[in-house]
């Protein structure tokens, strides 16, 4: 799946031709607003990955976020035209679904497709090299709800496969216990900040899930 990312590579090059043609500054390619930071762009597919388009320097461009949002708007009308137009040639009725105002009206969010939702979400991972099940709860991400990753992939865990991602570790009543354990006994005055991804130890929240019989942090300890 490391075709469909453009990669660090492609983006330096994207960025730096972005510059050398705006006279040092570096603007989205559809609307022309200044961009100052990464957050603030996406590295977007000309001719879409999905339809055969490369992640390569010349198949991509740098837009705003907005800019980014209203092509994937544009890509969904598209789509839905092209599910009307088939059902049509299949003989199937079409005039009392998908009707234009529907079409035209219709954002991202109440209509999501799998490929929009993997355009969002490589997108999102382009930017920031990762994804978490949280991620998608953050309205600022511009992300789907995480609804649309159970829908589409099971859980974040096939979603992360899927892209190319590592996974996580899994924990189980099992496995915190034994973790805590080893910690503990070369840390035995451990603190509740000190359960971290860096220090391959489970979050309050996770622990607290699997030892219902738990409900601070103190109480941990008694493992």
């Known amino acids: ?5 453009f990669s660090n590579s492609v983006q330096y090059q994207a960025v ?20 100052v930071s990464k957050s603030e762009c996406h590295f977007d597919h000309i001719l879409a990955y999905a339809k055969g388009g490369k992640s390569t320097l010349d198949n991509c461009q740098i837009l ?34 998908l009707k234009e ?26 930017e920031k090299g990762d994804i978490k099940k949280i991620d998608f709860i953050r309205e600022r991400n511009g992300l789907p709800s995480i609804t649309y990753v159970n829908k589409f992939y099971g859980s974040i865990t096939n979603l992360k496969l899927h892209f190319g991602l590592k996974i ?8 915190i216990w034994k973790r805590l354990i080893e910690y503990g006994s070369v840390n035995p005055d451990f603190k ?17 899930a ?13 493992l």
């Open 101 to 126: 105002q529907t079409i035209l009206e219709t954002s991202s969010s109440k209509l999501m497709t799998r490929e929009i939702f993997d355009n969002l979400v490589s997108n999102f991972i382009n």
């Open 16 to 35: 730096l031709k972005n510059l050398k043609q705006n006279n040092g500054q570096l603007k989205c390619a559809h609307c022309g607003k200044v961009l």
């Open 168 to 175: 996580d570790r899994s924990w189980n009543r099992e496995s």
């Open 1 to 5: 799946m490391a075709d469909r990312f």
């Open 192 to 208: 509740q900040r000190d359960l971290i991804k860096t220090n391959d130890l489970p979050s309050l929240h996770c622990i607290l």
């Open 210 to 222: 699997y030892f219902p019989e738990y409900k601070k942090f103190n109480d941990i300890k008694k």
């Open 64 to 97: 705003c976020n907005n800019c980014n949002l209203a092509k994937t708007n544009k890509d969904l009308r598209e789509f839905v035209l092209e599910e009307k137009a088939k059902k049509f040639i299949a003989g199937e009725s079409i005039s009392d679904e």
